[in-house]
């Protein structure tokens, strides 16, 4: 029998390491340039995000003068998000971002930093884009980032990466694919001067044309697709893309 999705799993397990952690991994360039683009692309309209966490894109986007909503399954992240400043003047949702609404139409929907693939199946990430779709107002932008599946990298259904070396901090991952249900199941290894914590996440991967057909079904259509958020072409090499979809 499948397990019930729990939306606030992954959350209340790296709550409280989250920002240390995902620090290591994507840079500060990287989130300057996600806040660019999403500000250019909310032309001054409100912007919800689903998987707001714990406030990396939302507070600056709040900062330049958006109004942003959140939905996040988990009350340890928003806790973390309460006690940044500004945090505290950010609306969120407690709830499953592919079911939960919120009151009022926006600009923009955002769901980033492969958040898509927290998703359990194929259903609920249909189910997603509707509700993104739901949320926006005619004309409206959903824009999903995520990683582009690399199975090559996967020996006997397993591998094993580096993510990040330092003085003070090594972060590795172990994977485990099932290419039958286009399921990875991971457990990043955070190794500090304070301990080792096993930090576990599954994905439902999906492809870019999986996607795609997700927002038609949807009612939405493609209106571009990048291979990062200074827009660069996305190509035959890309491992991963930032794609926009219109209402």
């Avoid at 709040?62 to 003047?89: I, N």
């Avoid at 955002?110 to 249909?126: C, H, R, Y």
């Amino acid at each position: 029998m499948a397990q019930t999705f729990d939306a606030s799993a992954y959350g209340r397990a790296i709550a409280d390491v989250y920002d240390d952690v995902y620090a290591t991994t994507i840079s500060g360039d990287c989130t300057a340039s996600a806040v660019n683009r999403l500000h250019e692309l909310a032309e001054g309209g409100p912007v919800l995000e689903f998987g707001i966490g714990t406030g990396r894109l939302a507070l600056p986007l709040a900062e330049r003068g958006l109004s942003v909503a959140g939905v996040e399954g988990s009350v340890e992240m928003v806790r973390a998000l309460r006690a940044k400043p500004g945090g505290d003047r950010i609306p969120v949702e407690i709830g499953d971002f592919a079911a939960t609404r919120v009151e009022g139409e926006f600009a923009l929907v955002v769901l980033a930093i492969n958040t898509i693939f927290a998703l359990p199946s194929q259903d609920a990430q249909v189910a997603c884009f509707r509700n993104a779709a739901a949320h926006l107002r005619p004309g409206g932008r959903f824009v999903v980032e995520a990683w582009i599946p690399d199975l090559a990298a996967f020996r006997n259904g397993t591998a094993l990466r580096l993510l990040s070396l330092s003085e003070d901090r090594v972060l590795a991952e172990a994977a485990r694919l099932s290419p039958a249900d286009q399921m990875m199941y991971t457990t990043k290894v955070n190794m500090t001067s304070d301990g080792l914590r096993l930090l576990p996440a599954n994905h439902r991967y999906a492809w870019p044309a999986e996607l795609d057909l997700m927002a038609r079904l949807a009612d939405m259509e493609r209106e571009d697709r990048w291979a990062d958020w200074n827009g660069a072409p996305f190509t035959d090499d890309s491992r991963a893309h930032v794609s926009v979809y219109r209402r």
